[in-house]
Every structure is written in C-alpha cells, then in structure tokens.
C-alpha cells in the first residue's frame, strides 16, 4: 500500500471516529442505540474497516459496547458512571488550579478576558456550559500538565454529555461566573491553596446540582446512589 493509500485509510478512520464520537456525546445516538456497521458505512461512503475500527477505539473510550456476532450498541449510562465523573473533577480540578497559579500573566490576563466575553454571549444552558467547559479546560491547559488537560477535556464531555440526557434545566450566567472570578483573582495573585479551595467549593456546589438533577429526571430510575 502507497504512504498516499495509507494517509487516505487513516484519515477516514480518524473521520469517522471523531465523527461518532461527537453524535454520541451530543446525545444524536443515544445510550442503549445499535450501531449497524454495514449501514455506518453506506452512511459514511466507506467500507466496513473504517467504521470497525472506529467503533473498537470508542469501545476503548468507554462509549461504546462490542456485542456478540459483531454487533455493537452506544454503551449505556449509569448513575454510577456520574459519580465516577464527579468524583474525578474533585480530585483533579483543585490539581490544575494550584498549578495554573504559575502561568505567565498575560495567560491569566486573556483567561479573565475570555471569560467574560463566553459568559456574556451565553443565554440558554447549552452556551453556559459550553462557556464553562472552556473555562475549566483553559485553566487545566495553563496548569502545564498535558495530561491533566487531556483528563479535564475528556471529563467535561462526559458530564455534558449526561445534562444532556437529564434534559438540565437552564443554567443562568452568573451561577459559575461568580465562582470563576474568584478563581482568576486568586491565579493572578499567585495564590495555589485559595485557587485550590474555591475550586474545591465549586465542584462540590456543582456536585449537589447535578445529582439532584439526575435524581429528578428520572433517566437513573431504580438504581442507588453511592455517591
């Protein structure tokens, strides 16, 4: 096979992964929903390799289950698997803002600035959390761990993924913007414990949030917390 073969083959796996990847983490293939791959790959004018491939990295990310006789599904969300996600953000989320109180100024300068700017422009809750997901990932970014970031980026796709689901009710600006000036005011002072502790403070408010809004959307019925 020619390098020009071989780009062309990576590239439409690469296509078709993040592709899937999206639909299902913007909830257009919901948990539970079969994924056919012959007819994946009339919709994606490819062969089946592509789409094999494809679906067996997203079973590797967890967001898809490989079945019986070639079969494979959107895996299922669990309640459990939002306390998992939870518990990480409290785990990893005072992490990168202690390390973020390192970087240059004029990174924190345009954090602040951008942070106002994605906040002003959000109305519904989709945009809020968009701007929050920025937020949080931009500083996980500027902590300079590359994985911490990965993990961050990972994490908030996830949780949006299920507000998705729970049909969240919409989130008003100032809710996370308060708790995000605070933090910058404590990065631009170079304090890491205070940016630390309010980001603490502001998982674990978020944390009460999300749970009673999976609790009452019934999406979880029948299954227990352990939070």
């Given amino acids: ?17 993040a592709d899937l990847r999206r639909r299902i983490l913007l909830c257009e293939l919901l948990p539970g929903q079969t994924l056919d791959i012959g007819e994946l ?5 490819t062969s089946r390799t592509p789409v094999r491939d494809a679906l ?3 079973a590797h990310d967890d967001l898809v289950e490989i079945l019986p ?8 969300v669990t309640l459990q698997d939002l306390i998992d996600l939870l518990n990480l953000r409290e785990a990893t ?10 970087a240059a100024p004029a990174e924190l300068a345009r954090l602040a600035d951008e942070t106002e700017l994605g906040y002003g422009g959000a109305h519904d809750s989709s945009s809020v959390l968009s701007a929050s997901h920025l937020f949080h990932c931009t500083v996980a970014r500027l902590s300079g761990n590359k994985r911490l970031h990965t993990i961050t980026e990972n994490l908030f796709e996830e949780l ?3 507000l998705r689901l729970c049909s969240a009710r919409p989130l008003e600006p100032g809710e996370p913007l308060d708790d995000h000036r605070r933090l910058i005011e404590a990065l631009q002072d170079r304090d890491g414990k205070r940016a630390a502790d309010i980001e603490l403070r502001h998982i ?4 009460e949030v999300i749970i009673r809004l999976a609790l009452d959307s019934g999406v979880f019925a029948g299954e227990r917390l352990h939070a």
């Avoid at 674990?204 to 944390?207: L, S, T």
């Fill in 69 to 76: 006789r070639s079969q494979c599904r959107v895996a299922p």
């Fill in 160 to 162: 949006e993924r299920i």
């Fill in 56 to 58: 067996h990295r997203l």
């Fill in 204 to 207: 674990r408010k978020a944390r």
């Fill in 93 to 102: 989320g005072p992490m990168a803002c202690r390390l973020a109180a390192q």
């Fill in 41 to 45: 790959s009339v919709e994606y004018g």
């Fill in 1 to 17: 096979m020619t390098v020009e073969r071989l780009t062309k083959s990576a590239g439409l796996r690469e296509g078709v992964y």
